[in-house]
């Protein structure tokens, strides 16, 4: 079984907030106990934290879903709940986030400690004793904790690689990839041997490091999603140099001149600075073609000849193009949530009021209890819900959605 994974689905679901609390001071010395029910904690919420030492996405194929701790529920004396922790998801550098049903990129994670918000945590109800006034001196109601956000992601790997390599199948990548350091490619001799990508550090005898990625084979129309199209042709995207290699015994009789020029095609269809990307025009397996007229440097994996002038090349390569790099630094990224209140008409012809602060408004609310309802409309008139219903043209009687409260509009709120 493959224990490299490029591509997978997830599900996260942060944390809901704890509940606010209901209750009265019972005092034998105090003639009417005030309230004093505490808050409910704030729920846990998700994030996805690049990490250099992850290697695949493994870890959620087999297990996709995540969740985050939940707030506690307030109590009496004025105890609020604990929060919920929140969940740190380790995924591999490199990492893109997409919506799972529009694919659209939310998030990308090209940076060791690179942070993302996935889900965000509901925040705990408020107790009793929140709701004191002059006007209220006994309020019986308190808030429901906010549910914690659960969504569906795509999660997308494309390889972070100081090298490329990338030629025709069985041109000799995962060879040359086992004789340059420890990594041991599955190797034989069929169309596409690579059937995921490898990665490997290589040594120069100075100490100087570099990744190299073992690209499978490409071919012509690979851009257009023949072979193995896409799939792998992304993880090409980020490698800072190229080492092409080119079949010295011609795969399918096809020469070396031919063989670049197809390979220089797909990678400028897939992504057109691909093609100005630095890269090492190499002749491999040159212990099959002793004849060869191939006018660069040739190598053999098998014989080890021209070896050494390839690291070197590849190390002056790499070093020049990491120079070339500006500084990045590791960034978090929120998800902004809008405050705001907008109204919609729906396909049923009806009215939904969007917003967080409206669907708090009525969704922590009991609204079973005539004064946490009587709160709710006051609420919701606060933040300006009856005005944008208003201009938005409902009439009297129109039914009004928010969240999972539903009722039908009056003028009068």
Known sequence: MSSFVDECNINVQAGDGGAGCVSFRREAHVAKGGPDGGDGGDGGSIWFV????????LAFRDHPHRKA????????????????????VRVPVGTVVLDHDTREPLADLATHGDRWRA?????????????????RRAPSFAEQGEHGEERWLRLELKLLADVAIIGFPNVGKSTLISRLSAAKPKIADYPFTTLEPNLAVVRSDDGFEMVLADIPGLIEGASDGKGLGHRFLRHVERARALLVLLD?????????????DVLLRELEAYQPDLSERPRLVVGSR???????????????SVTGAGIPELVGGLVRMVDAARREEPEIET??????????????????????VVGRAARRAVALSDLTNDEALEYAQQRLQQIGVDTA??????KPGDEVHIGDFTFDYEEDG
Do not use: C
């Not at 690049?50 to 996405?57: E, F, I």
């Not at 889900?119 to 006007?135: T, V």
């Open 50 to 57: 690049a990490d250099r030492n992850v290697a695949s996405l």
């Open 69 to 88: 701790e939940s707030g506690k529920h307030g109590s009496g004396q004025n105890r609020h709940g604990a929060r919920g922790r929140d969940l740190e």
């Open 119 to 135: 889900a965000r945590a509901g925040e705990g109800g408020r107790g009793n004793a929140r709701f004191l006034s002059n006007k």
């Open 248 to 260: 010295l015994a011609p795969y399918d009789e096809v020469g070396t001149d031919a063989q670049l």
């Open 286 to 300: 040159a212990d099959m073609a002793p004849d060869h007229e191939f006018a660069g440097l040739a190598i053999s």
């Open 331 to 352: 960034t978090t990224i929120h998800r902004p949530v809008s405050s705001e209140v907008e109204i919609r008409r729906r396909d049923d012809a009806s009215w939904e």
């Open 389 to 394: 219903l208003a201009r938005a043209g409902v």
